[in-house]
């Protein structure tokens, strides 16, 4: 392990950054289209899914007392098959992650500064590269960076709502080109973006590397909490700044345009910062995470040996390596609709089997865990669904 534990800080600085980093500039076009004048009932009902299932997570943690979330869990109730199962699609929902978080790093950059057609996916690369690269560097490094970078952008993201919300203008939520309507809009709108709430369970995999690994399900709470408002004001706000259509047919940078919209050019460049370094600490809160989970599943050989190799300071370098570069791939083969609804469908099914297995180890609050579960599980019906065209 390295020498530099996550302080409690820290510890929230990664679960926001995890969150927020690709949720709110990345999902909220995607959430729209869905969702409509419902966005924020969206973002509202997948928070309290994802509290659900924080409680759980912490209750398992502290119970198990080691790193490995779902995967531990299920080691624990001795159904290795199903944790293997378990491993390689977090691996892939994770990695999946990143790659919307690169895209999404591009599209904002490219946008910013003009460029050639190929500079989005170019800097999609770079971003996921670099940010591999301070992961490489150890804990201490990394958790450094996303202490400043999250605080950072949650004050300009607070500071472009408060502007568009002293707009308010109730037509603005209004996308035409919404295919959802009232509850049944907004549950899908959850479903669709649900990763965009991936974030504070990465803390379940840097538990062994926390000061204080009791407090993981109050640092998930509160985190969660945070991410619920922060988004709610967001796409309020943003909303009514550009409107809904705008924020559909741009939605890879409509927080820019929601930046220009209320303070010109220095309103688009705060933006642009806030979505670039955003997207940077949710790259590294997940690369940093993930490849520990890694590491946990090969040193229990269910996972190939080469994700638990490590340097001298026990970071899992090889594991790094091989996220950043399937990440990058997807990044640049990738559509964005396509990435954040794939995503989404590995979290909600991973959330309603930690739900399920906190339920019947009696561990959390049973009528909370059976909520989660039950919740994750209607929304993934609802996202099969709607893709299949039938709602």
């Known amino acids: 392990m390295s020498g530099t534990k996550l302080s409690t800080n820290a510890a929230f600085a990664m679960a926001v950054g995890g969150m927020i980093g690709g949720g709110i ?14 966005a924020w009932a969206s973002f509202l009902i997948g928070g309290l899914i994802a509290l ?6 912490g209750c398992l943690t502290r119970q198990l007392d080691k790193a490995g979330g779902a995967f531990a869990y299920l080691r624990d109730l001795g159904h290795d098959k199903v944790a293997r199962v378990v491993a390689w699609a977090l691996m892939l929902g994770y990695t999946l992650t990143v790659s919307v978080y690169g895209y999404t790093f591009g599209a904002y950059l490219a946008h910013a500064v003009g460029g050639p057609g190929w500079l989005p996916q170019v800097a999609a690369i770079a971003s996921i590269a670099i940010l591999a690269g301070v992961n490489l560097m150890g804990a201490g490094e990394s958790s450094m960076v996303e202490i400043v970078v999250v605080w950072g952008k949650l ?3 607070v500071v472009l709502a408060a502007v568009g919300l002293a707009q308010w203008d109730a037509g603005e939520l209004v996308a035409s080109e919404s295919t959802g309507s009232g509850i049944s809009g907004a549950i899908i709108g959850a479903a669709t973006v649900f990763m965009a709430y ?12 926390m000061e204080d ?7 998930m709470t509160v985190a969660i909490l945070v991410t619920i408002a922060v ?4 796409v309020l706000g943003t909303a009514m700044l550009v409107g809904g259509d705008a924020i559909v047919q741009r939605q890879e940078i409509a927080l820019a345009e929601a930046g ?13 910062i806030a979505a670039v370094f955003s997207t940077a600490s949710a790259i590294n809160a997940t690369i940093f995470a993930t490849a520990r989970l890694g590491r946990e599943a090969a040193d229990e050989e269910e996972m190939p040996a080469i994700f638990g190799r490590t340097d001298s ?7 790094i390596l091989v996220i950043a570069i399937a990440a990058s791939a997807m990044a640049f083969f990738g559509a964005l609709d396509q990435l954040v609804q794939g995503a989404s469908f590995v979290f909600l099914a991973v959330f309603a089997t930690v739900n399920f297995i906190a339920y019947i180890r009696n561990v959390a609050h049973r009528g909370v865990a059976i909520a989660g579960c039950l919740g994750a599980l209607a929304a993934i019906v609802l996202l099969a669904l709607h893709l299949a065209g039938i709602v």
């Open 260 to 272: 220009r919209a209320a303070a010109g050019t220095a309103g688009l460049v705060a933006v642009t």
């Open 313 to 319: 300071e026990g970071v899992p370098y090889a594991g």
């Open 198 to 209: 991936e974030g504070f369970q990465l803390l379940a995999y840097d538990y062994d590397e």
């Open 213 to 219: 690994g009791k407090a993981i399900g109050k640092v």
């Open 52 to 57: 659900a299932t924080a409680h759980s997570y």
């Open 25 to 38: 500039f990345a999902t909220m076009g995607v959430v729209i289209s869905v969702a409509g004048k419902w």
């Open 231 to 234: 988004y709610i004001v967001v």
């Open 155 to 157: 004050a300009i993201l």
